[in-house]
């Protein structure tokens, strides 16, 4: 086991879609996602922690101590949990106390560790608050929501056999470019869930290549652009986050015309970052 | 006692949801003294002080938007983490295809508040807790921006920015008075997790906590 981080991080994600359907709203009859007011597109965080998840579920299946709690999909139920010596605790009559329970799934389940998870094991519904915060990602302009339809030239059902094709519909946005935020509390990996130095790393991983394992239909071309990581001298952190945030600019090059490739961004990182803050740009 | 601290919380969404409306969640109109409590709390906390909110400054207009997100059913059963360290094979994981709900969640867009607060020292502080060495840190943790996880409005996935005011309060937009109606107050921990409400009034965009709570909390 690595240790326990010990220092405060902020991250910005740059991530963009080409003709597809980053997330849909389930409102809209799946069209990408918006923000009415402005008309600029959203993806959700739990959008962003499904993918993470996917992942991380990808390059470390059946690796004790990297499980999923919330999984996707068919699920083959063939590993051997080796995890569950966890700690090599002896069966015995007496019941394992609460705190027990939480750190055998903190063990575990690298969601929780990572994103933290609500169990039922403590008082108040015993929310395990997890170190990583991710906020709703945001494109840098409006997004143009296309409706495009597609032909088939198969058919479900048999009365419509004459018909000899059925007709569907695809949701897509032509290009954006998003921007994610997120924070990593080290106070609460060392008090809550110890997320360590490799969940770190496989973090900082899993958000860069998380798109590349991730294409379907329905997607189109996404992938991860930047990934900029302020990383703090200690746990409290050294500055407020909006500041370093606000050292990421992204401008747009392509005048009146609207955005259609990541050419059309110029993304500065002011390196003018305050003291005992480090930048290191992962991607 | 102790002294006031005025920060400054400011984010493009936020949910303070309402107990009745816990489902398909919907929020307060505005910023609840239990989720102020929190976001201090997130920058600076120690078992022996307590917060307590004295004035919310609501400086933006009200405003709503709405979320509809796939969810997740269940939470993590106790029975079953038991039995899997007992080493029994059980499947201690949730599949998201079958335990998925579609919820919508109505949340306040654009927000900005200005929490008024000061703490009481509480029956845990020892001889060297002084009023004036909380304070201080609190004060320096607010000002440099450094916190123990990152404070957020109602939800993890809608962060706060912070400032401390160190001046005036800005004004608010708000002017004249509202009823906002029975809003939660906070949860009593000494008295077996009791919801206390309050009828929360706005004057001029302030909601005196401390008049509204002498004016009959209700739980």
């Not at chain 1, 990383?231 to 392509?254: I, T």
Request: charged share 30%; glycine share 8%; with cysteine.
């Amino acid at each position: 086991m690595s240790e326990i981080i010990k220092n405060r991080y902020e991250f910005v994600l740059l991530f963009d879609v080409e003709n597809g359907n980053p997330n849909g709203d389930p409102d809209m009859g799946n069209m990408p996602r918006i923000d009415p007011q402005t008309g600029n597109g959203i993806v959700t965080d739990v959008c962003l922690k499904r993918k993470i998840r996917d992942y991380v579920d990808l390059v470390r299946d059946g690796v004790p101590g990297y499980d999923i709690y919330v999984k996707t999909g068919a699920v083959l139920n063939d590993q051997h949990r080796k995890a569950y010596d966890y700690l090599g605790i002896e069966p015995s009559k007496n019941k394992p106390g609460d705190s027990r329970l939480t750190e055998f799934m903190c063990e575990n389940f690298f969601d929780i560790r990572t994103f933290g998870a609500v169990m039922t094991t403590e008082v108040n519904c015993g929310q395990v608050r997890g170190p990583v915060q991710i906020n709703f990602a945001r494109s840098m302009d409006p997004v143009f929501q296309q409706e495009v339809t597609v032909t088939r030239c198969a058919v479900t059902n048999e009365k419509d056999a004459e018909k000899g094709q059925t007709m569907g519909k695809k949701q897509m946005v032509p290009y954006a470019l998003y921007r994610a935020e997120g924070y990593i509390s080290a106070h609460l990996a060392q008090k809550t869930t110890g997320f360590n130095e490799d969940d770190l790393e496989l973090l900082w991983d899993s958000l860069v290549n998380m798109f590349e394992h991730d294409h379907s239909a329905a997607r189109g071309k996404m992938s991860a652009r930047k990934l900029i990581v302020f990383k703090h001298r200690n746990e409290l952190g050294c500055c407020q986050s909006h500041v370093l945030f606000d050292g990421v600019k992204v401008e747009r090059l392509s005048g009146d015309l609207p955005p259609r490739s990541f050419g059309d961004y110029r993304v500065t990182v002011s390196d003018d970052v305050p003291d005992g803050v480090e930048l290191i740009e992962k991607l | 006692m102790g002294f006031g601290i005025c920060l400054k919380v400011w984010g493009d969404y936020a949910c303070f949801t309402r107990p009745e409306m816990k489902v398909e969640r919907v929020s307060y109109d505005v910023m609840t003294p239990s989720a102020a409590r929190g976001i201090l709390e997130a920058i600076y906390w120690k078992p022996a002080i307590c917060w307590k909110i004295d004035r919310i400054h609501v400086m933006n207009r009200i405003a709503y938007d709405n979320i509809r997100r796939n969810e997740v059913l269940g939470k993590i059963p106790a029975a079953k983490v038991k039995s899997a360290l007992k080493g029994k094979d059980v499947q201690l994981y949730q599949d998201s295809n079958e335990a998925r709900v579609q919820r919508a969640s109505l949340l306040l867009r654009d927000v900005c508040y200005c929490i008024e607060a000061h703490f009481e020292l509480t029956e845990k502080a020892g001889p060297d807790d002084t009023p004036e060495k909380h304070y201080n840190i609190a004060l320096r943790r607010m000002r440099r921006g450094q916190c123990f996880h990152h404070p957020y409005l109602g939800c993890r996935e809608f962060p706060a920015r912070f400032e401390l005011i160190e001046g005036t309060v800005p004004p608010s937009c708000h002017t004249g008075e509202r009823d906002l109606g029975f809003m939660l107050y906070d949860i009593d921990f000494a008295d077996d997790m009791r919801p206390v409400f309050f009828r929360a009034r706005m004057v001029d965009g302030v909601i005196d906590v401390r008049e509204c709570l002498g004016a009959g909390g209700v739980s």
